[in-house]
Structures are given as structure tokens and as C-alpha cells.
């Protein structure tokens, strides 16, 4: 089993639609969680942290629960801007131990 | 603004070769990390520092050496390059502290022929 597996891709999903992903992970000892994009050809980037209570920015929602050992995000109201790849990012003790899921792929269309 | 620069965008390199990866951070971060990204494996990381000289294997260091002499400089040695080696490489840096975020240069596509 993968430490962080998320759902196979893609999503094609038209401009306005809402889109969520999700991700799971197998170390219960893990301590910090985000979501990176990475657009085509080009390095990822954080978009958000994930948190406990849940977090959002603006049409990004980020969930996690603990229990589960699972994590999403929820994008509302898609743009073609959003087409990319989204990663899901898993930290264990002190930072180092950072594991990548393979990523979700996410294509917009008009 | 974090920026991590590497040396090379593209790189073609013959079987054998020595080949040596660049990555430079101006943001006076303590750790450093290299990775490999595969279509459909994702990034796997192949060794990180955490300090000048220190360093960690990852986990598929094989094949591969690092050295960290400067804190803002992180290389990576392919000892004896080989076809297995092609893919695309991504340095990142990171603050030690509480937020984790990894900050990646524009990584390197190496094709070994």
C-alpha cells in the first residue's frame, strides 16, 4: 500500500463545476498535510495547508480528518485556470520524512 | 520572494558520464532535498541536508551522491549515469520550523542516452 494515495485522475469537469479530491494516508503518526499544484512542465507550489478544523481559501476548501487518516480538497465554481495537477503532501516527524502522492490530474473545460 | 535556482533546465547526458546537479536557495533555509519525478510515481525523494554537510538518504538514493559545503548549495552526483536516470529532478528548500512548506526550484529534465 502507498503511504499517501489519492483518487486516479483525471477529473474533466466543465468551467463552474464544483470538483473535490481526495486523499488518504497510512501513517497515523503523521503531523502536517497540504495540497501543492503543479501545472504542466513547471515545479509544484503550495496552494494551502491543511488543518484540523478545516481551512479555506477563498474557492479552496481543505479537510482533514485524522480519524479517517484522510484529507480533501473541494474547489467551487472551477476555472480554466485551475487545470492542473493537484498533490497531496503528508509530513511525518520533524519535516523530513515528506511524502508526494502521485497526484490528481484536473482538467477545466469551457 | 523564496527562490531556488537550478543549473540546468534541460541536460543530455551518454551513459557513464558523471554528471553533476546544481540547486541554489536564497533564503538562508536549513534544509535542502532532492527528488525524482516519474510519470505516475510522483516525486520520491533521493536525499535531503538538513545542514551543511549533513546529509540523508531518501528514499532511492542509489546510484546518487550529494554535497552541501554552503548552506544555500545542494548538489546532486550521479556517480555513473545510466538510462534508468532519466526523469525529471526537483530540488527544493525549507525553513526548520513549524510551516514545512517546500519551496522547488524549476527542476532539471535529464535524459541519459
Known amino acids: 500500500r502507498k503511504e499517501v494515495e489519492q483518487d486516479p485522475g483525471p477529473f474533466n469537469v466543465p468551467e463552474g463545476a464544483t470538483v473535490a479530491f481526495n486523499c488518504t494516508y497510512s501513517?497515523?503518526?503523521?503531523?502536517?498535510f497540504f495540497w501543492y499544484r503543479q501545472d504542466c512542465r513547471k515545479e509544484p507550489k503550495l496552494l494551502m495547508s491543511?488543518?484540523?478544523s478545516g481551512n479555506e481559501d477563498g474557492r479552496f476548501t481543505a479537510q482533514l480528518n485524522r480519524a479517517s487518516q484522510y484529507i480533501s480538497l473541494l474547489i467551487r465554481d472551477s476555472k480554466l485556470s485551475d487545470s492542473a495537477t493537484y498533490l497531496c503532501?503528508?509530513?511525518?516527524?520533524?519535516?523530513?520524512?515528506?511524502?508526494f502522492g502521485a497526484g490528481t490530474r484536473l482538467f477545466v473545460k469551457a | 520572494d523564496v527562490k531556488v535556482t537550478q543549473s540546468s533546465r534541460y541536460l543530455v547526458k551518454r551513459t557513464g558520464e558523471k554528471v553533476f546537479l546544481e540547486c541554489v536557495q536564497d533564503?538562508?533555509?536549513?534544509?535542502m532535498f532532492w527528488y525524482r519525478q516519474d510519470p505516475g510515481l510522483g516525486l520520491r525523494l533521493i536525499y535531503f541536508?538538513?545542514?551543511?554537510?549533513?546529509?540523508e538518504k531518501g528514499d532511492i538514493p542509489e546510484g546518487y551522491s550529494v554535497s552541501r559545503e554552503k548552506k544555500e548549495r545542494f548538489s546532486l552526483i550521479l556517480e555513473s549515469a545510466s538510462t534508468n536516470q532519466t526523469s525529471m529532478y526537483l530540488c527544493?528548500?525549507?525553513?526548520?520550523?513549524?510551516?514545512?512548506?517546500?519551496?522547488f526550484g524549476p527542476g532539471t529534465r535529464l535524459t541519459v542516452t
Open positions: 503532501v503528508v509530513n511525518g516527524d520533524g519535516g523530513f520524512k515528506t511524502i
Open positions: 501513517n497515523s503518526a503523521s503531523q502536517s
Open positions: 491543511v488543518y484540523s
Open positions: 533564503m538562508d533555509h536549513e534544509n
Open positions: 541536508s538538513y545542514d551543511v554537510k549533513m546529509k
Open positions: 527544493a528548500s525549507q525553513d526548520r520550523g513549524l510551516a514545512y512548506e517546500q519551496y
